[in-house]
């Protein structure tokens, strides 16, 4: 009888956690998806030294763990640019490659903000240098 209410429970427990497990796991899918299909990097002052970061990001399948939860990872075409976000940090970058080794330009102190987007902070280019005129702009608002 005894050993009959421990396996109940056990199978009780279980459930228990796998109904955790799997709210967790939805959880962390539905915040990728609640991201925006696209980002759009333009400049006020057209200089010829920023015209690699203007343009259409546009999310791809990869993603950072930042946190608990997902960031996607954007990509530009041409000339091939990534913004995504630094899970040491939570800076958003501009970096020529998918880890976000060579970066271009830097949301410094974003303090993990989960959108690229926020007028909180400045971008500054890889010199430290603000760039005011600088303007990420979610594409499907």
Sequence with gaps: HFS???CLEMKIKMKLILLVLN???SSHSSV???YPQCYEVSVGLSTQHMEYIVGYYNKTDH??????????IYRKTYPQMYLLQEPETGDW???VDILG???RMRQDGANYQKYPD?????????SGMSIFKMNVKNCEA
């Design 4 to 6: 009959i209410q421990l």
């Design 23 to 25: 709210s967790v796991l």
């Design 32 to 34: 990728l998806a609640a």
């Design 63 to 72: 993603s950072n763990d930042v946190q608990y939860w997902k960031s996607p």
């Design 93 to 95: 970058v501009m970096a």
């Design 101 to 103: 080794v060579k970066v």
């Design 118 to 126: 926020t007028k909180v902070t400045l971008w500054k280019n890889r």
